[in-house]
C-alpha cells in the first residue's frame, strides 16, 4: 500500500472517503486504502459522471493497454457491450487487441484484407461526401477546392459512383448538368487524380476492390488491425476516417448492445490527423446522446500540443494515468487538474498502477489486478520476455561452469591476479595502446545482429544495412528503454556503417552523441569478424562473434585456446565501468542537467519561416511518436517565385520542382535519430524566379531543436518561428 506523507492526509482522505465506490466491473484494489475499486461508467449516475468516455495515458510498459482490454473484457462478458477498436500498434505484425477480440467471438479486419467501401449506398449521401473529401485530404488536401467539391457531388448523384473506381470514371468523363460537362471535368480532375491513389496508386485495395463492402455490426468486438501499414503512411488517416464514418452512420444505428465502446489505440494520430480529428471530436461531444463511450489510449499529452490536449480533456470524465517522466506528469497533472500529491506518484508508479481521476473530485491509486486467463490475452511484451528468457538462461550457463570459470581466470592472467582485466581497463586510453587484448566480451556487449549489419554495409549493401540497424535499435528501445547500453550500441554500429558507405559526417556526429551520454559502447571500432561456423555453442550464435585474437610472432608457439572466461570478465567489466562513473560524475552531471531542461520543454517539433531567394517559405520538422525519425517538410505553398525545393540530410535528399504551371509540391525527408533530446541539422536548398534546370539554389543550414525552437546552423542565430 502507498504511504503518502502526513500533511497529505487532509487532502487525500475526503477524496478517497468521499464515495463508497461505483458501480460496475472489478478493476482492482485502491493502494491508498485497500478497498477493491469498482467501476462501470454506463452505470454511473449522471451527476456524477455527465459523459462516459475515458482516456488512458502512460509510458511503455506502464500497463494502460493491459487495463483497457481488461476492462473491456469484463465490459464484454459481464454487461453485454460491444466494442469497435482501431489498433494501429503490436508486435510480430499483429495489432495488440487481436487475441482479445477472437477470445470473445469477434472478428479482426487486417489493412489490406478487407475492402471498405465508401461509396456503399448504405451511407447516406452527404456521409459519403465527407468520407471521400476525408480520403482526398490525407492524401492531397489541396485537391479540396468550392469547384472539385461540387463536381463530386454531381458525380456521386451517377448510378456508376457505386464503387471508387465507378467515381473517378465519372469525374473524368461526366455528364451534362447544371454546368457543362467540360466545365465539371476542368473542376474534378485534380480530384480524381488524388482517389486514383486508391484505386491505381500505392493504397490501391484498401478501399476499391470486387468484395468492396462494409463490416458486420452484431458481433461483440470489432478489431481493425492497421499495425502492418507503415506508420506515416496517408493509408493510417484514410482508414480510420472510414472507420469512423462508419462507425458514426451505420454500427451505432445499426447496433442492438445496450452500450456501445469505441477503442482508440494510439488516439493521438487520430486527433492530429485534419481528416479524422473533426470526426471524433463529434462523436466525443455526441456519445452520451449515441449511447456511446469513446476510449482513448495513448502516451501523454506532449503528442498532441496544449490546445488539443486540453480540448480532449474536457471531453471526457475518468482518467487513468500510469508511469510517465516527472516532466511529463506535471503536464498531465495540470490539463486533468490532479492535486500535487498525485502527480508526485506518478513517476514512482509500477506496471498496471495508474492515478485514476473520477468526475470532477475523486482521485485514488489503483493497482488493476487480472486473472491468469487474462493475463495470456492482454500480453504485449512477448519480445521483451525472450530477452529475459535469455537473459535466464545465460544465468543457468553462468552456475554451471562457474567452478570451472573459477581456475581459468587465474591460469588466463599468467598466474597473477585474478583480476588483471580491471587493471586493464583502468589504465589510461594512452597506456593500452598496443596492448593485447585477447579476453572474450561479456556476452551482453555485442550479439550476431550488429555483425549482420557491418557485414552488409561491407557487402555494398548500404540501404539495407541501415534497415537491419533501424529495426534492430527500435527492438532494443522497445525491450531495453531508450538509454539503455543495448539501444545505444547501434549508435555505434550505425556510425561503422556510415564510415563504410562514404558518410564519415554521420559517422562523427553518432558518436559524438555517445560521447554526450556518456557511455561507451563503441566495440564496432574493433572490425569483428563473423561467427567460425554455423555450429557454434547458442550463446555465440545469440551474442555474436568474438574479437580476433592478435597474430602471433613469427616461430612462437600459438597459446592455448582459451575456455569460456567470460562471466568473471562481465563481472569485472561492470566494475570497471562503475568506477569510470564516479571519475565522470561532474561532466556528467552537467550534461544531465542540460538534458532534463530539453525533457522539461520538448515539444516534438520545429519549425522558421524563412525568405531565400525571394521565396518565402516554412521548414518544418516533427519528431515521431517513438521518437526515432524527425519528418522535416520544406513548404512553399503558393509563392509564385518558386521553382525549386530540395532537403539533404544523413545523405538523403528529397526534391521537387515546378512544371506545367504547378506549384512544386512540398518536399519531404525522413532523418533518423539517434537521441531524441538533441538537435538536428538540414540543409535546405531553394531555387526561387531565375532558377533554371540543372541549377544549384540557394542554400541555408537549419538546425532543429526539439523544444521548438530553429535556428540558424551557421552563425547560432533563431529563426522567426511559423
Known sequence: MIRLPSNHASITAPLVASAAGFPGIPIGRSLLDGRPFTLSPALTDTALLPSTNSLALGGLGSGKSTTGKVRARREVLHHGHQYVVIDSFGEENAGEWGALALSLDGQVIHAGEFTLNPCSELFPPQVREQLIRSLVAAVEPAALTPQSTYALQHGLAHPKA????????????????????????????????ALSRYTDGSLRGLFDGQDAGLPPTDLPMLSFDFSRLDRNSPAIPSLMAAVSCWAEHVWLPDSTAVHRHLVLEEAWQLLLA?????????????????GLSLDALMHTFSDLGEGKARDLAKLVEVAHVGRLSPEEAAIVGAILGLPDWAVAEIPGLAPGQAVWKVGPSHVDIVQTVISDEEARLTDTSSRRRRAQQIVAEDAEDLEDLEEESAGDIAESAGGGSEYAPLDYLLKPAAAREGDEWDWEMPPTMIDARHYDVVQAAREGRCNEAAELAVIGEREDIRSYGINSDQALSWLSTRAAVADICGSPGTATQLRATVTRMGKEVEWWDKQPEAPASATAPRAAERHGPPFPSAPEPDGAQPARTRRRT???????????????????????DAKAEERQQTAAHYKGQSGASLTVDSV????????????????????????????????????????????????????????????????????????????????????????????????????????PRN
Open 616 to 719: 518565402d517559405a516554412d521548414v518544418i520538422a516533427r519528431w515521431t511518436r517513438d521518437k526515432t525519425r524527425v519528418i522535416v517538410e520544406l513548404r512553399s505553398y503558393f509563392d509564385p517565385d518558386a521553382q525549386y525545393l530540395r532537403i539533404d540530410s544523413s545523405g538523403k535528399s528529397a526534391v521537387s520542382t515546378r512544371g506545367n504551371d504547378h506549384y512544386p509540391r512540398s518536399p519531404e525527408l525522413e532523418v533518423p535519430v539517434s537521441d531524441p533530446l538533441a538537435d538536428v541539422t538540414v540543409q535546405i536548398e531553394i531555387g526561387g524566379k531565375a532558377w533554371t534546370a540543372g541549377a544549384k539554389g540557394t542554400v541555408r543550414k537549419i538546425r532543429f531543436s526539439p523544444t521548438g525552437v530553429a535556428y540558424d546552423a551557421d552563425t547560432g542565430e533563431a529563426l
Open 274 to 290: 485534419p481528416a479524422t480529428a473533426e470526426l471524433i471530436q463529434r462523436l466525443l461531444k455526441n456519445s452520451r446522446k449515441l
Open 162 to 193: 457505386s464503387s471508387l473506381t465507378g467515381l473517378v470514371d465519372v469525374l473524368v468523363s461526366p455528364e451534362d448538368g447544371r454546368w457543362s460537362a467540360a466545365k465539371l471535368e476542368e473542376w474534378g480532375v485534380d480530384m480524381a487524380i
Open 566 to 588: 567470460w562471466p568473471y570478465v562481465a563481472l569485472i567489466a561492470v566494475l570497471a565501468v562503475t568506477t569510470l562513473g564516479v571519475w565522470q560524475k561532474a561532466e556528467g
